[in-house]
């Protein structure tokens, strides 16, 4: 008990002494652009000083964080008090809403998706079950994962639900739960003192870390670049003189925002000022992403990130469908199966 606790206020010193540097970056920004190392120390410094000084910052900030993970990996039921010591709060929240829903993989899909989280600085994780009451699987995966999250829950109806056999494109999925998460917002923040940004990030995709501190800063709605979406390599906002001017995408080129789901995040103040910006079952196939960005903006105050849409931090994968055919070949030749009491 005694090395735990010695350990423990090590890791809290450690944080602590590095934290400063967190300070003077933040302090150091203007006009909520990330700051840089010419802003940190006096101009008159070699430029090759102020590489060094600002490859030094990195390091500590990388350093920081790598010590915030193993701490709220160690100690998840201190999170809050973890938050306390390193939190800033000039810099932007962001929220991530997750839409899941329970499977062989969902546990697997989770862990891999809370660990990309878990490098991501000021991120608040709004988890929301299609399911009517909240399962243990994934109250007791949260309990442990180290991040700050919330736990919604709320079943979508048999009518708004694709069959096995259905295209998974056929209806629109994760709209209650991502209401729900909207809702939550709109209950718990304030126009007038929110800072931060929305981002809907479904539990099988894969992202970049840096896709998060591009989308931190978004002033009203940012878009990016998704990695094989739409049956191609990318679908793409096109940039013309850093300005969204059309959509690189085979389906509905037409649409006003023909962007994937995980393509785009909105400053939380836009959306708590228009709570009439919701997701709808009933929009026509495609149109989910159009139907809600609609309400909320237009093409020419949408701001282009990851090097003006030419990079891809956020690929559309999906895990493949469990195979247990051997489960049920043991049951056939008299033997019993996997345990069910160990949670996959």
């Known amino acids: 008990m005694f090395v735990q606790r010695s350990k423990l206020l090590f890791l809290y010193i450690s944080v602590i002494c590095l934290g400063i540097f967190v300070t003077i970056l933040t302090y150091a920004s203007i006009a909520g652009d990330k700051p ?9 410094v070699p430029l090759q000083d102020l590489d060094s000084r600002q490859q030094e910052l990195d390091r ?6 790598d010590l915030e993970v193993t701490l709220r990996r160690s100690y998840p039921q201190k999170v809050a008090a973890i938050e306390q010591i390193v939190d800033d709060r000039h810099v932007p929240t962001i929220y991530v809403i997750t839409p899941t829903y329970a499977r062989t993989v969902q546990k697997a899909e989770l862990t891999r998706l809370s660990y990309t989280f878990l490098h991501v600085p000021k991120l608040h994780w709004i988890l929301v079950e299609d399911s009517p009451t909240k399962t243990a699987l994934v109250s007791q995966f949260l309990s442990r994962c180290g ?20 295209p998974h494109w056929l209806k629109p999925r994760g709209v209650l739960q991502r209401n729900l998460g909207l809702e939550w917002l709109r209950e718990h923040l304030h126009a007038d003192t929110a800072n931060g940004v929305v981002y809907f990030a ?3 995709n894969t992202y970049d870390i840096q896709l998060f501190e591009e989308m931190r800063y978004t002033k009203r709605v940012s878009v990016w670049p998704v990695g094989l979406s739409g049956y191609l390599r990318y679908e793409s906002p096109v940039v013309t003189n850093g300005h969204v001017t059309s959509w690189f995408t085979y389906f509905r080129p037409d649409r006003a925002f023909a962007t994937d789901m995980a393509g785009f995040s909105i400053n939380v103040r836009l959306l708590l000022d228009r709570p009439e910006a919701v997701f709808k079952n009933t929009v026509r196939r495609g149109h989910l992403e159009t139907n809600l960005l609609s309400a909320i903006t237009t093409m020419g105050e949408l701001e282009p990130k990851a090097h003006n849409c030419t990079k891809v931090l956020v690929w559309h994968t999906r895990t493949e469908k469990a195979d247990l055919r051997n489960e049920d070949k043991f049951k056939k030749r008299g033997f019993p199966g996997s345990n069910p009491d160990i949670e996959v």
């Open 36 to 44: 840089d190392c010419q802003s940190v120390f006096p101009h008159d």
């Open 60 to 65: 500590k900030l990388s350093q920081l964080r």
């Open 147 to 166: 991040l700050t999250y919330t736990h919604l829950n709320v079943a979508t109806p048999p009518v708004f639900k694709t069959k096995s056999a259905d």
């Open 202 to 204: 479904d539990d099988d």
